[in-house]
């Protein structure tokens, strides 16, 4: 498994970005996959969360209405639609593969592997 992170840059505050993950694994579509992200002096948060099917769904209350996680199974691929940006939101955005293939209904993922990291930076 290797994820492939890319589409972050700089955007005002209220604008969009679209951020992409590539797998490069077989088992793609059999794991959950989610993104989270980690502000300068803060921990690493969950974002959101998609299972194999892309049927389900989670996002952190903090992203709740403005981003959705989606996947292309076919392409190996899950992107997050970043809508209503706000400066809090600015943050090193990690993609990852769940280590098991159930699903959990909650706000947070225990990553397998995870992607190098894609920097979003959203001005005031």
């Known amino acids: 498994v290797q994820l492939q992170a890319s589409g972050g840059g700089l955007v005002q505050a209220g604008g969009s970005l679209r951020l992409a993950c590539t797998d490069s694994?077989?088992?793609?579509?059999?794991?959950?996959m989610g993104w989270f992200r980690q502000a300068p002096g803060k921990e690493r948060e969950f974002v959101a969360k998609?299972?194999?099917?892309?049927?389900?769904?989670s996002y952190a209350d903090s992203v709740k209405g403005r981003f959705t996680i989606s996947r292309e199974n076919g392409k190996n691929t899950v992107s997050l639609q970043m809508n209503s940006l706000k400066p809090e939101d600015t943050a090193v955005y990690y993609c990852?593969?769940?280590?098991?293939?159930?699903?959990?209904?909650?706000?947070?993922?225990?990553?397998?592997?995870w992607g190098q990291g894609t920097l979003v930076t959203v001005s005031s």
């Open positions: 694994g077989r088992t793609f579509r059999n794991y959950p």
């Open positions: 990852a593969i769940d280590q098991r293939a159930a699903w959990t209904p909650t706000q947070s993922m225990n990553p397998a592997q």
């Open positions: 998609i299972n194999g099917s892309g049927r389900n769904k």
